[in-house]
């Protein structure tokens, strides 16, 4: 089973989304995260070093990412998945595009 973590800035929106997206499949093990400090989840090493790949929604975020967890990334993939902060919690087209995007990178088993 492949463990995924989304990455937002607060873990508000896009990132619980996609939690709540790949929430029902059986092959993946799926978490959220915000790079900001005032995040509902604030992204940890701990979870940095539970996930297998990292899905983070901007640039900006694989960048804070890089450089908060060097260390701690070991060689796992960190995707830039590059939506914008754009949408509200479970927006369709959110949800469309986070189909879309994932398909490339965790097709289903």
């Not at 990455?7 to 799926?30: G, I, K, M, Q, Y």
């Not at 983070?56 to 998945?81: D, N, P």
């Not at 754009?86 to 289903?108: G, S, T, W």
């Amino acid at each position: 089973m492949k463990k995924v973590l989304f990455v937002c800035s607060r873990n508000r929106l896009r990132s619980p989304t996609a939690e709540a997206v790949f929430a029902h499949r059986a092959d993946l093990e799926v978490a959220s995260a915000g790079t900001n400090h005032d995040s509902e989840t604030l992204l940890t090493q701990d979870l940095v070093e539970w996930a297998d790949v990292l899905f983070v929604m901007e640039k900006s975020h694989r960048t804070k990412v890089q450089r908060r967890f060097r260390t701690a990334l070991k060689g796992r993939r960190v995707v830039c998945l590059d939506i914008p902060d754009n949408y509200q919690f479970m927006d369709p087209e959110l949800v469309r595009i986070l189909e879309a995007k994932l398909a490339r990178h965790c097709p289903e088993t």
